[in-house]
């Protein structure tokens, strides 16, 4: 799958960030707009305490239809109550009046500090005349939404005469089980509401909810597709496979910029029983803080790898038919450590990129999880983020 | 409860502990040994790769009767295939042999590196002469079991005329769902065997069961109940509290000194919809990387409570009646968060031990979870944990 190196928006879709004033360096503000209405589709965190902005997006993406996104980052309006829901409606109207559009059209999301009342009159008086800095560029809004993360991430594709374009952020408080960060696709290609939710959906669910940084969900997570039709009808099935393709390509770049990581690590379990067990124990490694610091080491101590797969207790596992691989190099068989090079293997896990594999022999269902190293970097960001 | 200072053994208990040369410095071998039979009840972790030890100690618990215990450091025998098996029935052949007791009466433990092949030779050489060095300290058998603990750790009371002694070790790899570390509680009160199984599960299920250092399940956890009568018989009831207190004493000082840990965190849960979800979410609050390093960094950045509530999808939650409080300070009423004086909430997470509580509003269900902060140690201890 190719993916353009300076990214680009499909036809129809320009973007625009400031700062209003909730930072007090770079931006956090963005807007996302397409010159026409778009058909829609959006997964969100299945956290118990959605923010405001969850709560108000689920009753938005019921009309199916949207023309834009705006986003804050810095305050994430969560445990805010009804305080909170007004200042996502008046966050919505804000962005509806500058575009000339309904609220009901618009999509919001915050990101950030939780429990901290979100400063909407910044955000108003920072969305007037923000039209007139839309531009083609999806990195620039990708810049007004990040908050730890330490690059803007945008990636774009061609399918036929369409492209896609993606356009995200996170690096903390991931594990989805949903879309767990702000991810948004735009697209110029036609794609009818039914067939656009449910290819989301489970281009969601081979990506964005098979990434973890650090096993915490976050109560924002936001994913949606706006599709404008302006490139008329694609091949379906070339059009599905360069989305997941996409979406697994930025929860890649998500978690090798997880707070403070220096390794991408996949973990790709093999021969499980069920999709369902695959799908836990490729997340049962990447969320081991073990194995994280294993290879954060790169000290090939592959007894950890059993120890994250043996923990999930009520799947299906025969030890003497367990195998497992580091960078391709065979680690275990028969559940047990088998002799290996540890130089060449300590050698391979210094990459930036770590394969882990596991095969269990009981099945034949496979799933790859997404995660990062454990750094001290980590606790830095997260013993000194700054609440008050 | 009152915990002896200096612990001492019941009647007829005594141990001893050596290095037999699996380690550069340190004991790496202990002997506990009752001069009667014992009756004996046992849990063991529930991680699919049990170590050797684990699989033989649960064939030997079928007798429920033990003279000794013996443990090594430094190597689990854990991966270790066919022969690791035999290397575990030779251990407790030769610790049998040194007491002049049979081998299905001693009850072997390993705990270091996986994947190893146990110097056994050394551990048979080790343990020839070491019944004469039985000694009356629990503290120099706790010397022997250590592996990343800063300090021995045993704790003893009394129940009427009887004794009851904890020995344990664990500082990583800890997450129980079972015993989770090396536990053995020694007493020469006198009980029969159903009773004292019971007991022991029961209150395993309200303390080790609910540590967690890091999420991560060891195979090897043990903890083993030894009861050699010499007191006569002491009230059912009383033993048992001292038993539940004893065993939730000894998984906070396991907690607090978790890998790196500078404090101990204690989650309560009240008013939960069942015991089940109230340990549930208690665990995922000690389990929280955001959580652990908001300890860390003292820092109230109380959204995050809600967070690792929140993430228990299937668990009942009302945001509305969600009340969380740190060290007995409000911080969230009804799912938002409150004002209160950050200075004041900052200054207490300071504390050596840190209690957060959250009360659902959903149900009568209680339960208390206990881990520590997320520290660079821990990072430091993994990152470099020789593997080789």
Known sequence: MHFDEAPAFPRGFRCASRNCGLKADGKDLALFASDA?????????????????????????????????????????????????????????????????????????????????LPIEKIESGL?????????????????????????????????????????KGSGMIEPNMATMLAYVFTDAEIDRTALDRMLREAVHASFNMLSVDSDTSTSDTCAILANGHAGRVDDRAFFDTLVAGCVRMTEILARDGEGAEHLIRARVRGAASDDEARRIAKSLVNSPLVKTMVHGADPNVGRLLMAVGKCFDC????????ASINGYPVVAGGARVAFDDAIVRDTLRRDIVDLEVSLGVGSASATAFGCDLTKGYIDENAAYYSS
């Open 37 to 117: 209405d778009a058909i829609a589709a959006a997964v969100f965190t299945r956290n118990r305490f959605p923010g405001a902005p969850v709560i108000l997006g689920r009753e938005t993406m019921k009309g199916g239809v949207l023309r834009a996104i705006v986003a804050n980052s810095k305050v994430s309006n969560v445990a805010t109550g009804a305080e909170g829901l007004d200042n996502a409606r008046r966050m919505a109207a804000a962005a509806a009046m500058e575009l000339g559009t309904s609220a009901d059209h618009v999509l919001v999301s915050s990101t950030g500090v939780i429990g901290r009342r």
């Open 128 to 168: 007037l005349g923000m039209s007139s800095d839309l531009q083609a560029d999806p990195l620039v809004g990708a810049a007004g939404i990040m908050t730890t993360d330490t690059h803007p991430k945008a990636l774009s594709a061609r399918v036929g005469d369409a492209t896609i374009t993606w356009v995200a």
């Open 316 to 323: 299906t596992i025969a030890p003497e038919s367990t195998d």
